[in-house]
């Protein structure tokens, strides 16, 4: 039952990015139906096992939004300050913030993994500041694919910094989106 409310808002905030109207043709051919049957299950389990890691992140605030946002980061370009903006409002409203980038890192390997009309080849988030009241600043790097050097002049990399206020002090955020 849990992963069919997963996959209802998966599929809810798909709609958004779809055309109204989709057309699925199938050829069936008689000898292979239970063939083909059995593979159209692997296939509808395989997504359900890659939906159920985002299963832990359902009881948040920022689950719905996030899914929509990434979804829009990765289907659409130019989208670094939009990203950059979510993550460093969610490290100013949230108490644990390892949590959030560890839900932003996994969403983004999902939708990737998808190739789900990705615009994007690759795309680096550098997160750095104090962590959940650490005393000591930390770093986090999400990479999603390998990007190639950001110091070549030709490539077409849409690069935004934010900064967020919280009670431990600032945090940076740096986003980086290599396009096709």
């Given amino acids: 039952m849990e992963t069919s409310s997963i996959l209802k808002d998966f599929f809810s905030s798909l709609k958004h990015f ?12 008689k000898q292979n139906k239970k063939l083909i049957g059995i593979q159209k299950k692997q296939v509808i389990l395989k997504r359900k096992q890659k939906l159920t890691v985002l299963k832990k992140y359902k009881q948040n605030q920022f689950f719905k939004e996030g899914i929509n946002l990434l979804m829009t980061c990765i289907t659409t370009k130019y989208s670094s300050k939009l990203l950059a903006d979510f993550i460093s409002t969610q490290i100013e409203t949230l108490k644990f913030h390892n949590f959030f980038v ?8 999902l939708l990737n993994s998808s190739h789900f009309c990705s615009k994007i080849k690759g795309i680096k988030i550098n997160i750095k500041g104090r962590f959940n009241g650490h005393p000591r600043a930390k770093n ?6 390998n990007l190639p050097a950001l110091l070549k002049k030709n490539l077409n990399v849409d690069y935004f910094n934010k900064t967020a206020y ?3 002090g600032t945090v940076g ?4 989106i290599y396009q096709n």
């Fill in 173 to 176: 955020v740096k986003v980086w």
């Fill in 166 to 168: 919280t009670s431990n």
């Fill in 102 to 109: 560890r839900f932003v890192k996994n969403t983004l390997n």
């Fill in 140 to 145: 986090k790097l999400i990479q999603i694919s």
């Fill in 18 to 29: 779809k055309p109204k109207k989709l057309n699925i043709s199938l050829t069936l051919e």
